[in-house]
């Protein structure tokens, strides 16, 4: 019956969509009933809010109080979220933002490998000197010359490591060094340590990030109930979740 149908359509008159008038050319396609309605539930719907919102104002207790109003805040008539304290710093944004994780370890890596590099080469001989270490020996003689002792040469005594013997200081051949040089290599002794201090704090900021990285992907990756949040997350550290106990089968 329905091929019947299709057939008995096939000589049917074609109904073409009434056109836009000549005189009306000027105002664009004419509108279809199909695009007015559409227009029509719009304009309804913006009417049905702003009604119930002006219903709103006009119920409004100005002694209300919600909880949310302590963490919001009105500028030029419109609501703004006011934000809690940032809890990353700048490069850890900036790192988090355009590297992943491979690369924090990598950059991680990196550093500690200059760190080690530079310690072994400075050998921390002056914060070695300052320590509160003691050295307690026991002697008869009260008059004791410490010098004699050691085998060591009075200036030295207050060395508590690299402390030469008289025997091995006269075998040192020194250089022969201006005031000029021994300036020079003061200066660029301090700035190693300054270096070293720079890139400790960087391998900091790199481990913090690469902790909140590692915590953020067991997030996203886990696929058991969302675990409990013990402490939120600081400059210094990542955050602290509690994942419920799940037992191995």
Not at 72 to 89: A, F
Request: glycine share 0%; net charge positive; hydrophobic share 25%.
């Amino acid at each position: 019956m329905s091929s019947w149908k299709k057939a008995s359509k096939v000589n049917q008159k074609t109904h073409r969509e009434r056109h836009q008038p000549e005189v009306r050319q000027k105002y664009g396609l004419l509108e279809k009933k199909k695009d007015y309605k559409v227009r029509a539930r719009h304009h309804q719907e913006r009417e049905r809010v702003l009604k119930l919102l002006k219903k709103r104002v006009q119920n409004r207790n100005p002694d209300e109080f919600y909880f949310h109003m302590t963490k919001s805040k009105v500028e030029d008539g419109r609501h703004v979220e006011i934000r809690d304290e940032d809890e990353h710093t700048e490069e850890q944004i900036k790192l988090m933002q355009t590297r992943d994780l491979k690369y924090i370890n990598m950059r991680a890596t990196m550093e500690r490998k200059k760190i080690d590099r530079l310690q072994s080469e400075l050998h921390f001989l002056d914060q070695a000197n300052q320590t509160d270490n003691t050295h307690i020996f026991f002697n008869d003689n009260e008059q004791c010359d410490l010098a004699e002792k050691f085998d060591t040469h009075p200036d030295l005594i207050s060395r508590k490591v690299n402390r030469l013997r008289l025997s091995d200081l006269k075998k040192i051949q020194l250089p022969d060094l201006d005031e000029e040089t021994i300036k020079q290599m003061t200066s660029e002794k301090r700035k190693a340590y300054r270096e070293l201090e720079r890139r400790k704090n960087r391998e900091k900021e790199l481990s913090v990030v690469q902790r909140k990285l590692e915590i953020k992907t067991h997030l996203l990756s886990s696929k058991q109930e969302p675990p409990k949040k013990i402490k939120p997350a600081t400059k210094e550290a990542a955050p602290i979740y509690k994942w419920k106990y799940e037992r191995k089968k």
